[in-house]
């Protein structure tokens, strides 16, 4: 059964650094696109970032403060946050589908992850 697992939330001041996990267990990450998103109470779910065989991508609001990457013997990918920021706070959440190229829009992935909460504050 394919299943994705999210750790590594929690809280952090602004400014701060977190990385978040994403383990894959049932099928292997590097014949899929995986990606990052999250959601803010009240807000719909957004793209932040994703991976595949073809490279990477980013939102506008996290490129030079996000980085995402994948180690294919531990079947997990990684979300690197740096310089986080209030409005950073949100639910985030994994996803994968099985193809060459990845985007940013949710109706693009068919597994998805529990997800794990990140908060940013003082």
């Known amino acids: 059964q394919l299943q994705l697992v999210e750790s590594g939330g929690g809280l952090v001041q602004p400014g701060g650094s977190l990385r978040l996990s994403c383990a894959a267990s049932g099928f292997t990450l590097d014949s899929y696109a995986i990606g990052w998103f999250r959601q803010a109470p009240g807000k719909e779910r957004e793209g932040v970032s994703c991976?595949?065989?073809?490279?990477?991508n980013y939102a506008g609001s996290v490129k030079g403060r996000f980085t995402i990457s994948r180690d294919n013997a531990k079947n997990t990918v990684y979300l690197q946050m740096d310089n986080l920021k209030p409005e950073d706070t949100a639910v985030y959440y994994c996803?994968?589908?099985?193809?060459?190229?990845?985007?940013?829009?949710?109706?693009?992935?068919?597994?998805w992850g529990q997800g794990t909460q990140v908060t940013v504050s003082s």
């Open positions: 996803a994968a589908v099985y193809r060459r190229f990845c985007g940013l829009r949710k109706n693009e992935y068919i597994y």
């Open positions: 991976i595949s065989s073809s490279g990477t």
